[in-house]
């Protein structure tokens, strides 16, 4: 034998010999699934012995829900596509388990035809189970950031109810001639007057109720097509006596986004209780630059339309040190027992969930601007 077809040979050898003792699942398989040869990862994760494995077919081992994306990688490379070069699926141990694998494969051919797949799979497991603790925890975390923003403006909403309630009384104790100063009966025009005052303030309290309710309710599947103006207009009522200075300018026309409107609206009261904070550890009294701006529009990003709230105060700023870390969780410039430093990264993880971007821009001392940009919902081109 030459001396080049013995060098072949032995890199064969331990070309083999490696791939045999490697940590992941090596295998190959003609066109029709059946396995023509499984390594020792392979029959050890599976659980398969070597007579199991020359005998298997794809449809004996992957999970069912993924069988049509197994044979659609077989038959699309032998179709000449260009599908994805790694893709997850599950698949189905000889006791029953079920292992996630990460695979890589392609074409073995012979005389220019493809004949077989070699494959590569890596047992993710330990991966699917910390990304699942991870999306557990954050989760968790957006819960707690939740009830944090509730407590953070639940003595507001308390004085909103308790200012329209003592109205109501005050107005009913006149209207029962036992009111304070009242010494004779009262006309007709009054009592309408009254009355009408009564049913607003009520009004009022329905409101705020219906605006918390709506806030708390924390269903997945609440998607829907919003208006940004809606979503501000709920939130600002539920803040109204904590921040009274404030400059709106956001049109009812902008397109409408397609968003969870509770979660939105969780990020708006977050920012807004970050330039309410802010701006009172500046002027603690009053002061003409004590205003929060916010304004709406719409823009444009590479062809798409987006909707792009700004929040705008001239507060305390960030210290240009820290403003890189502001999103980070539990990061927070605010004294101890004052913050959770989970708003703006759970805001953060809202709005990305979106599809959009949460930006900060802020100098120490000066001011701070959140931009809040979210896709606008696509509308149906019409036909001409």
Known sequence: MPQSDIKKLEIFENLTDLLENVNDIVYTHD??????????????ILGYTEDDALILNITQVVAPEYLRLA??????????ETPKTTYELEVIAKDGRRVPLE???QLIYKERKPVGVFGIARD???????????????????????????????????????NPINS?????????????GNKGSI????????????????????????NLLSFTRQRKDEKDSVRIHEILSDTLALIETQLRDMKVNISSGLPEIIAHHGQIQQVFLNIINNSRYALQQKYPKKHEDKILEITGEKIEIED????????????????????SRIMDPFFTTKPKGEGTGLGLSISHGIISGHGGRL?????????????????????KKKDF
């Open 31 to 44: 066109l029709n699934g059946n396995f023509t040869s499984l390594n020792k990862a392979g029959k050890s």
């Open 71 to 80: 044979r659609w990688m077989i038959t699309s490379k032998v179709e000449g």
């Open 103 to 105: 695979i890589s494969s």
């Open 124 to 162: 993710i497991t330990d991966r699917r189970k910390a990304e699942d603790e991870k999306r557990m925890l954050q989760e968790e975390a957006m819960k707690a950031a939740h009830l944090a923003s509730i407590g953070e403006f639940a003595a507001g909403i308390a004085h909103e109810i308790n």
């Open 168 to 180: 109501i009384i005050g107005y009913a104790q006149v209207l029962a001639g036992k009111g304070k």
């Open 187 to 210: 006309g007709r025009g009054i009592v309408v007057d009254i009355t009408d005052r009564i049913i607003k303030e009520g009004d009022r309290i329905a409101s705020i109720v219906k």
């Open 304 to 323: 798409s339309q987006y909707i792009k709230v700004t929040f705008y105060d001239k507060g305390i700023g960030i210290p240009a040190d820290l403003i």
């Open 359 to 379: 930006a900060v821009n802020s100098i120490e001392g000066e001011f701070t601007r959140v931009e809040v940009i979210l896709p606008a919902k696509r509308t």
